[in-house]
């Protein structure tokens, strides 16, 4: 699989000067629909100059914007592929791994994991982690399961921790609650969830601080997220894998929980002893 083009930006984008960063900033609150604009079009949303976007798509290794613009067009045809679609394109080779979906899982995992800079977990971490936030945490049909692993975790490691389930009527009971001290976690994936996006924006608008966890592609909860970490989910099925999301999840458990180290230590050792008694 390429890489894709938000995993090039999350590469590069601590390497690029202020006005790049602009660019690539936009680009990633409008994925991919911006970047298939007009050179001219990009750089007034953008507040850049022309030659800005050029310099920008060429760090991303791009000869022109046309070359760029194909590979936009590419992933927007990947985004709204169904199980159907992707059945009909895998093809098996006959001297190929024996287990060719753990191969390409574990490819996921390597490739996600590189494009993922360190400074991006550690403000993932920093929200996550701040004493006075409540953390809420909900995905969608197949990356709810994530959500609630995390949320199980989190609620040993710290307070203030609700996974929201059910329909999206009782999310919405719980905006009155949210506000701009607040973090809100949400997974999605392609096709992406029309139920979560309206949530996103709702909570954003309250001035709730989201963290996206989404695919390569981008869900277009991007738009409303202060942060966002794309994972790379597509193997040879005709359905996507959420391994590389459940280890991203893992990852964010293991860093609050160290960076919490103290206060969490006390708050595990008063559980067993509620539990012991």
């Known amino acids: 699989m390429t890489t894709s083009i938000s995993e090039l930006i999350a590469e590069k984008i601590d390497a690029m000067p202020a006005s790049e960063r602009k660019a690539a900033q936009t680009l990633i609150a409008n994925y991919p629909l911006i970047g298939l604009r007009t050179v001219a079009e990009f750089s007034t949303q953008a507040g850049v100059s022309s030659p800005t976007i050029l310099r920008f798509v060429s760090r991303l290794g791009f000869q ?18 169904s199980p159907w679609n992707r059945a009909s394109t895998i093809q098996t080779a006959k001297d ?3 287990f060719p979906l753990m191969e390409a899982a574990i490819e996921n995992i ?4 590189q494009h993922l800079s360190a400074q991006q977990l550690d403000d993932v971490t920093d929200a996550i982690s701040r004493n006075r936030a409540r953390i809420y945490l909900l995905g969608g ?11 199980a975790h989190l609620k040993i490691t710290r307070p203030g921790v609700t996974h929201l389930t059910g329909q999206e009527s009782h999310w919405r009971d719980h905006l009155i609650d949210m506000g701009k001290k607040d973090v809100l976690v949400i997974f999605d994936i392609r096709r992406y969830q029309q139920s979560l996006i309206r949530f996103a924006e709702k909570a954003q608008a309250r001035g709730v601080e989201i963290v996206l966890i989404t695919d390569q592609w981008l869900s277009p909860i991007a738009r409303f997220a202060r942060h966002v970490i794309a994972g790379r ?21 293991a860093e609050v929980t160290r960076k919490l180290e103290k206060s969490s230590a006390d708050r595990i050792r008063d559980m067993e002893k509620l539990r012991d008694n």
């Open 141 to 151: 049909r197949f990356t709810d399961p994530i959500a609630r692993y995390m949320a």
């Open 233 to 253: 989910t597509a193997v040879p099925s005709p359905w996507d894998s959420s391994a590389t999301l459940f280890l991203v999840a893992e990852t964010l458990i």
């Open 96 to 98: 190929g791994p024996v």
């Open 110 to 113: 390597r490739e996600t994991f």
């Open 64 to 81: 022109s914007y046309p070359d760029f613009q194909g590979a936009l067009q590419e992933e927007l045809a990947a985004q709204v592929q």
